[in-house]
């Protein structure tokens, strides 16, 4: 079939263009549709590799080991389709690619422009995502930032011609704009008929408009927008804002007939639309009556984008394990300096303590103490804890410092000098000066020890996650520390390399080289956010 949907937005960023994408796509895959998604970011940098996760929020892994946008991982939880690095292209790669051209004189003495080179190279890389696989019917554009954004011209420019070669049955538009409310709850439309001719002075008219607001657009309002931007009324929707969950967003679309109209734009006769999965991600939602307190421990804790997949995967083992996970931040610098760890995540905590401990991901110095702190408060006190990647490394240090003594123990990244270096950079990463996609990235394979509970979570031998981390476990101390009782678990046979470390002893204490975040979905939990929420919620009785 081949269709092309773009994506845009407009007003303002953060409106929740990626969530709205992806849900188009999912409720195009209930309809018996083959959907790819494909992100453009305006950005220079070639990825999102080298962002802040303060600034940019979390960094993405896909299987072949690109770092992206963390619309990739909405992407991933909403849609079946596969994910790559061709599915996220920014401007970074695209120049890169144009001037690597140039260099070898493939553009024959022309002068090298924006048009039509860069767009081409942007239609190439949108072409090669929706031509892959001859199975794709559909495939979902989203272009980052927001229409009227110098960095995005090129990718708006891209989109208006492949919908002029395409015809409009074949490549529609999709805008998203903010409906604000002001004064006594009255609605305003103004910057949306802004935003639609802002689209149209790039030369694109919106064929759907999908208008964030905190209620639904009645008729009127859907009229009046549909009488200034040229469009029909029916093809003006509403993103209100939902109060218990993202995923209730295909099933909002499908109740106004987002898909309906759409494939009808695309020349597409609809098929019946199989949403119960959506529906029955719902009714686990709001049937929920347990709650468990989940301490997560990290550095990024202001920036909600900042651990993303982390705090949906464990929503995603709440609507498993039937019980509302509430998310208990604790910037870990916190815990550095505290008295006692019991103030902050103990019962003598202002606000009751904690059921469980998750140490996330993280980079640099500061806040790790806290973290060492929160492992060993957790191993002491039979509380479930659950280490991913930096989390594991913080596991292995607790149990170097206070089990086997080492008061020096570290990892290199933190202590050069340590005389007990139990996590340090393995030979190939010592001199590595670029730091760009450098790491050890994707997937990889895990050998899980029979008997184990890493076993017990997967229920088999050969566990495939992702990876993105410097640093390792020091085989050079494995012997004394698996003698003195951790349990190694997971062990990446080719370089036997250590990937899961467990207490003995201890009801769930359980840490991650990898990344099991990127793969869980709201449909099928991740089986280590499941065991560790299941294990979290028992041991509370
Ligand atoms: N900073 C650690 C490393 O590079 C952990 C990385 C992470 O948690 N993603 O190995």
């Known amino acids: 079939m081949n269709k092309l949907i773009f994506v845009s937005g407009g007003v303002c960023s953060s409106l929740g263009k990626g969530v709205a994408a992806s849900a188009l796509g999912a409720l195009l895959e209930s309809r018996g549709f083959n959907v790819r998604m494909v992100k453009c970011d305006p950005y220079i940098n070639v990825d999102a590799g080298t962002m802040s996760p303060y600034q940019h929020g979390e960094v993405y892994v896909t299987d072949d080991g690109a770092e992206t946008d963390l619309d990739l991982g909405n992407y991933a939880r909403f849609t079946s389709g596969p994910l790559s690095q061709a599915n996220s292209i920014t401007t970074g790669q695209v120049y890169n690619e144009v001037i690597r051209k140039e260099r070898e004189g493939g553009y024959l003495g022309?002068?090298?422009?924006?048009?039509?080179?860069?767009?081409?190279?942007?239609?190439?890389?949108?072409?090669?995502?929706?031509?892959?696989?001859?199975?794709?019917?559909?495939?979902?554009?989203e272009i980052g930032g927001t229409v009227g954004d110098i960095e995005s011209i090129p990718f708006l420019e891209a989109a208006r011609q492949l919908i002029h070669e395409y015809g409009k049955s074949s490549a529609i538009s999709v805008h998203l704009t903010l409906i604000p409310e002001v004064g006594d709850g009255e609605l305003k439309t103004k910057p949306t008929q802004h935003s639609v001719k802002a689209m149209q002075e790039q030369g694109i008219q919106p064929d759907v408009l999908i208008c964030r607001a905190p209620v639904i657009l009645d008729e009127a309002t859907r009229r009046k927008i549909a009488l200034f931007t040229n469009m029909e009324s029916t093809?003006?929707?509403?993103?209100?804002?939902?109060?218990?969950?993202?995923?209730?967003?295909?099933?909002?679309?499908?109740?106004?007939?987002?898909?309906?109209?759409?494939?009808?734009?695309?020349?597409?006769?609809?098929?019946?639309?199989?949403?119960?999965?959506?529906?029955?991600?719902?009714?686990?939602?709001?049937?929920?009556?347990?709650?468990?307190?989940?301490?997560?421990?990290g550095k990024y804790m202001e920036l909600h984008d900042a651990y993303k997949s982390v705090y949906e995967s464990l929503f995603h083992a709440g609507l498993e394990c039937a019980v509302d996970v509430e998310l208990v931040k604790i910037d870990s610098s916190r815990l550095d300096e505290a008295e006692s760890a019991d103030h902050i995540l103990g019962k003598d905590a202002p606000d009751g303590g904690i059921d469980g401990v998750l140490v996330p991901g993280g980079f640099g110095q500061r806040g790790i103490k806290g973290m060492v702190r929160a492992a060993a408060w957790a191993r002491s006190n039979k509380i479930p804890y659950f280490g991913i990647c930096l989390g594991m490394q913080i596991m292995v240090i607790d149990w170097a410092r206070n089990v086997l003594g080492w008061e020096d123990a570290d990892s290199t990244e933190f202590n050069q000098n340590t005389k007990k270096p139990v996590v340090s950079l393995l030979e190939e990463q010592v001199g590595v000066k670029n730091y760009g996609g450098t790491m050890r990235l994707g997937k990889y394979v895990s050998a899980a020890k029979p008997g184990t509970k890493f076993f017990a979570a997967y229920g088999q031998e050969n566990v495939c996650e992702r990876h993105r981390h410097r640093y390792e476990f020091s085989n050079q101390y494995r012997e004394e520390i698996a003698g003195s009782g951790l349990i190694i678990s997971g062990v990446y046979p080719k370089e036997d390399l250590v990937e899961c470390v467990e207490w003995p002893d201890h009801p769930w204490g359980l840490a991650v080289q990898f990344h099991p975040e990127f793969k869980s979905k709201p449909t099928a939990a991740s089986p280590l956010f499941r065991d560790f929420i299941a294990i979290a919620r028992n041991a509370k009785g």
Not at 124 to 135: G, H, P
Request: proline share 3%; aromatic share 6%.
């Open 110 to 141: 022309r002068c090298v422009q924006v048009i039509p080179h860069i767009t081409d190279e942007i239609k190439a890389r949108i072409m090669a995502v929706a031509k892959e696989d001859a199975d794709t019917d559909i495939t979902i554009v």
């Open 235 to 297: 093809a003006v929707f509403t993103s209100y804002n939902v109060h218990t969950t993202i995923y209730e967003i295909p099933l909002m679309f499908h109740e106004q007939k987002l898909d309906q109209v759409v494939l009808k734009k695309l020349g597409v006769e609809a098929r019946h639309a199989k949403i119960e999965p959506w529906k029955a991600v719902m009714e686990r939602a709001t049937s929920r009556k347990e709650k468990v307190r989940i301490g997560i421990v």
